[in-house]
């Protein structure tokens, strides 16, 4: 790994304390990036960049202040530095605003150095060259295959260093299909990984969307309104799994709008359900050693068999509620289960395959409304067609408490990894 200077943080700290700040903290990205972008039909675009930017926070009596800036100049640095004076000069006094006190870690080196350009451009024109035989109706656009190199180092003016460097490859896939006068909308799934991907058609279950995407072309809606079953997928879980997660952090709490504020220790969930946060896996490329405050980051169960054990709260509401820090960074995992995806369909009566949620955010007791997109009726253990204008509708703590199987197969997003989770109780209807 090749070491960030430590003296251009140090001389950020110091005139941070010459401007006035009672306490200073600053966060450094350096930040080498190559991608090959593409279409359905050719490779696009082939490029390298090079990025640095640094977040500088001053803290002057309980008030806060920040900055960005990009590149050293030293005249940026002084404007910088300046500019988070003045917003802190202005902020409003609040205890919790300080800067942390916690162990420095050695240095850390994740994922490869440098990315295999060859290897990442023949695997591009392998996936373009198989993708009309394999998907004819399909056609991408916007799709990327890249290598991120970034090195983090932190500092504090209590003395505390942390620095880390993370290689991944990443790759991002945006599609539509097409047939004559029959389009669908567009959907898109992207992944990242310390190695290069084995496949690009596999990463992420791009495939399986893909084949979807293609069969999606003639869409149509459910008979009438019913209660039934949802099959959630990875997928559809990235889109949820927020609102869930913000019931159980910082802001809420702190608000006491969550409705498991009174719930540690008791089950909230399915005994199938289980949710960890993990930053520190080696599963997620895109995880984190330490957090925005150089706090260390760690890995623990936030729900276990249906047990909410513990909350995701980041160093500034860990102060303001008086409770211990766990989550400065997030990398959620439910755990994978027992049954397979085909034998979770077979069980289905009358339900959906859920892929996406279009809709707005849930309301404080976890009430959800929305279209059902990309989705698919199962009736009597069969996947019958797509689904056009289909609503779906109910709660989300009920949701969970609902859920009766969990899938072996688990995919792997870089950042979160989610099974197909099965539930009952959701109601959907014609729009």
């Known amino acids: 790994m090749s070491a960030l200077s430590d003296d251009f943080l140090d001389s950020i700290l110091a005139r941070a304390k010459d401007a006035g700040a009672t306490a200073a903290q600053a966060l450094t990205h350096r930040t080498r990036y190559f991608e090959i972008e593409f279409d359905h039909r050719s490779v696009d675009l082939v490029r390298s960049t090079d990025n640095e930017t640094t977040t500088i926070t001053l803290f002057r009596d309980g008030k806060r202040g ?55 451009r023949g695997q591009v024109d392998e996936f373009l060259a198989s993708l009309p035989a394999r998907h004819p109706l399909l056609r991408l656009r916007d799709s990327l295959y890249t290598f991120t190199d970034q090195e983090t180092e932190f ?32 959907n898109a799934v992207g992944a990242s990984a310390f190695s290069p991907f084995a496949s690009l058609q596999e990463a992420a279950g791009v495939g399986r969307l893909m084949a979807e995407c293609e069969r999606s072309l003639e869409r149509r809606p459910v008979a009438g309104k019913f209660v039934g079953e949802v099959i959630v997928t990875p997928h559809c879980l990235m889109g949820l799994m927020p ?18 504020k009174d719930k540690r220790g ?18 997620f490329s895109a995880g ?3 957090d925005e405050f150089g706090v260390p980051t760690r890995d623990l169960p936030i729900i276990e068999d249906g047990v909410l054990k513990d909350f995701l709260i980041g160093y500034f509401f860990a102060r303001k509620l008086g409770m211990s820090q766990t989550a400065g960074a997030r990398n959620s995992r439910v755990r994978g289960g027992e049954t397979s995806l085909a034998d ?53 703590q009920q949701l969970l408490q609902d859920i009766h199987a969990v899938s072996k197969e688990v995919v792997n997003f870089g950042d979160c990894a989610y099974p197909f989770i ?10």
Do not use: C
Request: zero cysteines; a negative charge.
């Open 422 to 431: 099965a539930a009952s109780g959701v109601t959907i209807s014609s729009k």
């Open 266 to 283: 008791e089950r909230i969930a399915s005994p199938l359900f289980s949710l960890d946060n993990a930053p520190r896996s080696e599963d």
């Open 155 to 186: 500092a504090n003016s209590r003395g505390l260093r942390q620095r880390e460097r993370r290689g991944r490859h990443g790759f991002r896939a945006m599609f539509m299909a097409k047939d004559g006068a029959l389009t669908t909308s567009f």
């Open 344 to 396: 979770m369909i077979a069980g289905v009566k009358r339900g959906i395959l859920f892929s996406r949620f279009s809709g707005g955010a849930p309301n404080d007791n976890l009430d959800f409304s929305g279209i059902a997109k990309n989705s698919f009726y199962i009736e009597d253990g069969e996947v019958r067609h797509a689904l056009n204008e289909t609503m779906v509708s109910g709660n989300f």
């Open 66 to 120: 920040g900055a960005t800036l990009n590149g050293r100049r030293p005249e940026d640095v002084e404007a910088a530095i300046a500019a988070a004076a003045t917003a802190a000069a202005a902020g409003v006094a609040d205890p919790a605003n300080d800067i942390a006190d916690a162990p420095s870690l050695p240095a850390s080196d994740h994922g490869p150095a440098a990315p295999d350009r060859a290897a990442m």
């Open 288 to 290: 984190a050693d330490f």
């Open 243 to 260: 609102s869930i997660a913000n019931a159980l952090a910082g802001p809420a709490l702190l608000a006491g709008s969550s409705p498991y």
